[in-house]
């Protein structure tokens, strides 16, 4: 990440709730983070960790009511995005903001061609005409390897296999070249081996391209593949953020460093138990005053209970430029020595 | 691992899955979907069977014909001694006790009216002649061996978590005291930090109570951590069967090699490391396979003679079966004719 340079994305203080019948969720809590040109950030989490509806805020995907974006801003080239007229939103999206969701089943139109949907942003957003569109669709699925792309346009979304429908979709997010592709778990619903086609896809259009990349997955492998930068969410926050490398080889939060162990590696050893994280994830019915991950937390302490730890610098730099970590303990036991205490 | 005097609780030989296609007014039959094509395999007292593969390729359908869920089409399935598949309604009904089940989607396959002691209890009902005390106690048991809290017996399962619904299915599977459990896709709904609980449960239990089992999944990297032996299947057929330690060390079917390499590994200091095999194109329908080899329109290694001669499963190094025109069926090196693979030994395989 070269320093100086500005970032395409940032995002401040995000809050969202969603009010319903049976009380409020507070799903998204003060998440803060940036994007910057040609980078690829992995967003790690469980579900209900509030990653998709992060993104979903951003452009104001979510249906409000029930969802309420508190607040926060999102800043898009200098434009914020939160405070945008529903108008100026919808140029925004498809057009600055390309999105990729998990299921390409659901998410394709099941009664246009392929062609029409690869086109409908096209025209909306560039003001191509139709045989400008067409050409520039046939273009986007030679771009994403679909073979005989001419031919395919007039296809149906139940004609492509599901590697097929997801490379579809990329080509439609890609349509109006975007300064930012949000991918939400975008090879979840995928085998290994059409997984694997996918990520190399990916790589390939990155050099191509060159555009900024928010990648959504709870897979920690694929992160480790194609991410340069993760952040990692629980209970609606960020409790770690740190370069790829780092991440792995350094985690500091004591949800990172369990979440690492309990995944069984291909290579390494066998036969050993595999760690678990005891009790289940947190109920994110108020405005969080404590730790979210204190009840399954192998070192949580008095403190954990009272505060809410913010964000923290690990490595000196910045908190969001370098790694940071938002957690009253520390693996060396520098920062507080009563925890030693309470952790025996 | 097992010991080699261990007999096998469950064999399967030349099951076949079939599913009729109708089309036309007259819904005639057109034509099958052959899911599960012709597959034979062991799995012994006390071991792991892990079964991999991606959606579509019959895995799924293999543990259900194996419990005779399905009819199947044709084949023998042989457990602890009977014909599964061709035992009497009355009798399979009087075998079923010795062989349970555990879904993939907890949440729907608990039925939301019943409470969690219904739910664990049916079986005994249908199966057993015990008073409400004893099937009570006989509940309260199995909750505690699978961790869930006696107190929750009268809730219902939409009060549970998804680990704990799974810790239910687990429970309701063991009631009659199986031999042999399929797990199908266990795990597939859980999230990560749950998985490894519910596969510590699933361990547990079978050092303490001795179950087979047959782990069917598409997560690679935990049937490693599960199985003793794990069988790959492409496309309604085994391409290899082998001890988890050498298949994972070194696939010897090409689909089995490029599927190990397609995981992506949590540790981006290795990943420039590895060799990955990115496969083309897609798997084909199981309505229409290939000719030769079901593997031949993806295969990197492919041969002419795959796509004319479909290859057998057959040893290859003691305790692995592979079936691949590539490796020297273990015969054909013993009688000296390691050089010349190719032609000749297809030429054999024709005659058979």
Same mark, same amino acid.
């Given at each position: 990440?070269?320093?100086?340079?500005?970032?395409?994305?940032?995002?401040?203080?995000?809050?969202?709730?969603?009010?319903?019948?049976?009380?409020?969720?507070?799903?998204?809590?003060?998440?803060?983070?940036?994007?910057?040109?040609?980078?690829?950030?992995?967003?790690?989490? +469980?579900?209900?960790?509030?990653?998709?509806?992060?993104?979903?805020?951003?452009?104001?995907?979510?249906?409000?009511?029930?969802?309420?974006?508190q607040?926060?801003?999102?800043?898009?080239g200098?434009?914020?995005?939160?405070?945008?007229?529903?108008?100026?939103?919808?140029?925004?999206?498809?057009?600055?903001?390309?999105?990729?969701?998990?299921?390409?089943?659901?998410?394709? =139109?099941?009664?246009?061609?392929?062609?029409?949907?690869?086109?409908?942003?096209?025209?909306?957003?560039?003001?191509?005409?139709?045989? *400008?569109?067409?050409?520039?669709?046939?273009?986007?699925?030679?771009?994403?390897?679909?073979?005989?792309?001419?031919?395919?346009?007039?296809?149906?979304?139940?004609?492509?296999?599901?590697?097929?429908r &997801?490379?579809?979709?990329?080509?439609?997010?890609?349509?109006?070249?975007?300064?930012?592709?949000?991918?939400?778990?975008?090879?979840?619903?995928?085998?290994?081996?059409?997984?694997?086609?996918?990520?190399?896809?990916?790589?390939e259009? @990155?050099?191509?391209?060159?555009?900024?990349?928010?990648?959504?997955?709870?897979?920690?492998?694929?992160?480790?593949?194609?991410?340069?930068?993760?952040?990692?969410?629980?209970?609606?926050?960020?409790?770690e *953020?740190?370069?790829?490398? +780092?991440?792995?080889? =350094?985690?500091?939060?004591?949800?990172?460093?369990?979440?690492?162990?309990?995944?069984?590696k291909?290579?390494?050893?066998?036969?050993?138990?595999?760690?678990?994280?005891?009790?289940?994830?947190?109920?994110?019915?108020?405005?969080?005053?404590?730790?979210?991950?204190?009840?399954?937390?192998?070192?949580?302490?008095?403190?954990?209970?009272?505060?809410?730890?913010? @964000?923290?610098?690990?490595?000196?730099?910045?908190?969001?430029?370098?790694?940071?970590?938002?957690?009253?303990?520390?693996?060396?036991?520098?920062?507080?020595?009563?925890?030693?205490?309470?952790?025996? | 691992?097992?010991?080699?005097?261990?007999?096998?609780?469950?064999?399967?030989?030349?099951?076949?899955?079939?599913?009729?296609?109708?089309?036309?007014?007259?819904?005639?039959?057109?034509?099958?979907?052959?899911?599960?094509?012709?597959?034979?395999?062991?799995?012994?007292?006390?071991?792991?069977?892990?079964?991999?593969?991606?959606?579509?390729?019959?895995?799924s359908?293999?543990?259900?014909?194996?419990?005779?869920?399905?009819?199947?089409?044709?084949?023998?399935i042989?457990?602890?001694?009977?014909?599964?598949? /061709?035992?009497?309604?009355?009798?399979?009904?009087?075998?079923?006790?010795t062989?349970?089940?555990?879904? *993939?989607?907890?949440?729907?396959?608990?039925?939301? @009216?019943?409470?969690?002691?219904?739910?664990?209890?049916?079986?005994?009902? +249908?199966?057993?002649?015990? /008073?409400?005390?004893?099937?009570?106690?006989?509940?309260?048991?199995?909750?505690?061996?699978?961790?869930?809290?006696?107190?929750?017996?009268?809730?219902?399962?939409?009060?549970? /978590?998804?680990?704990?619904?799974?810790?239910?299915?687990?429970?309701?599977?063991?009631?009659?005291?199986?031999?042999?459990?399929?797990?199908? +896709?266990?795990?597939?709904?859980?999230?990560v930090?749950? &998985?490894?609980?519910?596969?510590?449960?699933?361990?547990?239990?079978?050092?303490?109570?001795?179950?087979?089992?047959l782990?069917?999944?598409?997560?690679? /990297?935990?049937?490693?951590?599960?199985?003793?032996?794990?069988?790959?299947?492409?496309?309604?057929?085994?391409?290899?069967?082998?001890?988890?330690?050498?298949l994972?060390?070194?696939?010897?079917?090409?689909?089995?090699?490029?599927?190990?390499?397609?995981?992506?590994?949590?540790?981006?200091?290795?990943?420039g490391?590895?060799?990955?095999?990115?496969?083309?194109?897609?798997?084909?329908?199981?309505?229409?396979?290939?000719?030769g080899?079901?593997?031949?329109?993806?295969?990197?290694?492919?041969?002419?003679?795959?796509?004319?001669?479909?290859?057998?499963?057959?040893?290859?190094?003691?305790?692995?079966?592979?079936?691949? !025109?590539?490796? !020297?069926?273990?015969?054909?090196? @013993?009688?000296?004719?390691?050089?010349?693979?190719?032609?000749?030994?297809?030429?054999?395989?024709?005659?058979?």
């Amino acid at each position: 990440m070269p320093d100086g340079a500005m970032p395409v994305l940032e995002v401040r203080g995000l809050k969202t709730v969603f009010h319903t019948r049976g009380g409020s969720v507070h799903a998204v809590n003060d998440v803060s983070f940036h994007l910057m040109p040609g980078e690829l950030l992995g967003v790690v989490g +469980e579900s209900g960790s509030g990653k998709s509806v992060t993104m979903m805020s951003l452009i104001g995907l979510l249906p409000s009511p029930p969802a309420d974006v508190q607040s926060g801003q999102v800043l898009l080239g200098g434009q914020d995005l939160l405070k945008a007229t529903p108008e100026a939103l919808r140029k925004v999206r498809g057009a600055r903001i390309g999105f990729v969701f998990q299921d390409p089943m659901t998410s394709l =139109n099941p009664v246009f061609t392929v062609g029409s949907q690869i086109m409908a942003p096209l025209r909306k957003h560039m003001g191509l005409s139709k045989a *400008q569109a067409e050409v520039r669709a046939v273009e986007l699925l030679e771009l994403v390897g679909i073979p005989d792309a001419r031919r395919r346009l007039k296809s149906y979304p139940h004609q492509f296999s599901g590697g097929m429908r &997801q490379r579809v979709m990329i080509a439609i997010a890609l349509a109006c070249d975007p300064e930012v592709l949000i991918a939400d778990e975008p090879t979840t619903a995928l085998d290994v081996t059409i997984q694997a086609q996918i990520l190399e896809l990916v790589k390939e259009l @990155r050099q191509k391209l060159g555009m900024a990349i928010v990648w959504i997955t709870h897979d920690l492998g694929v992160v480790a593949e194609i991410a340069d930068r993760v952040m990692v969410m629980y209970g609606g926050q960020v409790v770690e *953020q740190a370069p790829v490398k +780092e991440l792995f080889r =350094n985690p500091r939060h004591p949800y990172t460093r369990a979440l690492l162990k309990t995944i069984p590696k291909l290579g390494g050893q066998r036969g050993e138990r595999l760690q678990v994280i005891e009790g289940q994830p947190p109920i994110l019915g108020s405005a969080p005053a404590a730790c979210p991950f204190r009840a399954r937390c192998a070192h949580a302490f008095a403190r954990c209970e009272a505060e809410n730890p913010v @964000r923290r610098p690990v490595d000196g730099r910045p908190v969001g430029q370098g790694h940071d970590v938002a957690c009253h303990w520390s693996p060396e036991g520098a920062e507080d020595p009563s925890q030693e205490a309470a952790h025996a | 691992m097992r010991d080699t005097t261990t007999r096998p609780l469950v064999e399967v030989r030349n099951l076949k899955m079939y599913f009729p296609i109708h089309s036309g007014l007259m819904r005639k039959h057109t034509g099958d979907v052959k899911a599960v094509d012709d597959i034979s395999f062991d799995i012994y007292e006390g071991e792991t069977l892990g079964l991999v593969g991606e959606s579509g390729c019959g895995k799924s359908t293999v543990g259900r014909a194996l419990l005779r869920l399905y009819e199947p089409t044709a084949g023998q399935i042989t457990i602890a001694g009977d014909d599964v598949a /061709s035992l009497s309604p009355e009798a399979l009904r009087r075998k079923r006790p010795t062989m349970q089940m555990v879904f *993939q989607d907890p949440q729907a396959s608990l039925n939301p @009216r019943m409470t969690v002691a219904d739910i664990i209890g049916e079986p005994l009902d +249908e199966h057993s002649g015990l /008073s409400s005390a004893d099937k009570l106690a006989r509940i309260y048991e199995l909750m505690d061996a699978v961790g869930l809290n006696r107190a929750f017996a009268n809730r219902y399962p939409h009060a549970f /978590s998804g680990g704990q619904r799974q810790r239910i299915g687990i429970a309701r599977a063991l009631a009659l005291n199986p031999k042999f459990i399929v797990c199908d +896709e266990p795990i597939a709904a859980l999230d990560v930090s749950i &998985q490894a609980q519910v596969v510590n449960l699933l361990e547990d239990l079978q050092d303490r109570l001795g179950l087979t089992y047959l782990f069917i999944s598409h997560d690679l /990297s935990m049937v490693r951590h599960i199985a003793d032996r794990v069988a790959v299947m492409y496309l309604g057929q085994i391409a290899e069967i082998s001890p988890v330690d050498a298949l994972y060390a070194r696939p010897l079917h090409p689909y089995a090699e490029a599927l190990l390499s397609a995981v992506p590994e949590p540790d981006p200091s290795r990943e420039g490391a590895r060799q990955r095999i990115i496969l083309k194109g897609d798997v084909p329908s199981p309505a229409n396979p290939p000719k030769g080899c079901n593997f031949c329109t993806r295969c990197p290694k492919v041969m002419p003679v795959c796509r004319e001669v479909e290859p057998r499963l057959q040893e290859a190094a003691p305790d692995r079966l592979v079936a691949c !025109h590539l490796i !020297h069926p273990i015969d054909a090196a @013993r009688a000296g004719q390691t050089g010349q693979a190719g032609a000749q030994e297809h030429s054999q395989q024709q005659g058979v």
